[in-house]
């Protein structure tokens, strides 16, 4: 059984290089996603899904994630799962699933540009 792995060593502002497992859950949002962006410039793909990556993230940040969003979308198309206003700003189309009556599922979308 393989046992190998990636150990990924980060550095958040005004902080010391410290290993992932110690970092706080939007150092690590942060982290993950700048590594996975980084190889999404290095070899794209046509599409991307990111399920509520932006949680753990604060205003700022979110704005950040945002802006590389919307600069990467013209060579890779992300399909996003938030609740985040922010994030829910850059979207070209919106899609959402409300529940009216127990069990029964409706789904809505909105047309933003």
Do not use: W
């Not at 985040?84 to 700003?89: D, P």
């Amino acid at each position: 059984m393989l046992e190998g792995g990636i150990d990924i060593l980060a550095q958040p502002p005004g902080k010391r290089l410290q290993h992932l497992q110690l970092l706080s859950g939007g150092e690590k949002a942060l982290t993950a996603l700048a590594l996975l962006l980084a190889i999404f410039r290095y070899r794209p793909s046509p599409f991307c899904v990111l399920d509520e990556v932006d949680a753990p993230l604060d205003d700022m940040n979110i704005a950040r994630f945002a802006r590389q969003i919307v600069h990467m979308s013209h060579r890779t198309q992300f399909i996003l799962i938030t609740h985040n206003k922010g994030t829910m700003e850059i979207a070209d189309i919106l899609y959402g699933v409300t529940m009216e009556e127990p069990g029964v599922s409706k789904v809505v979308s909105v047309r933003l540009q």
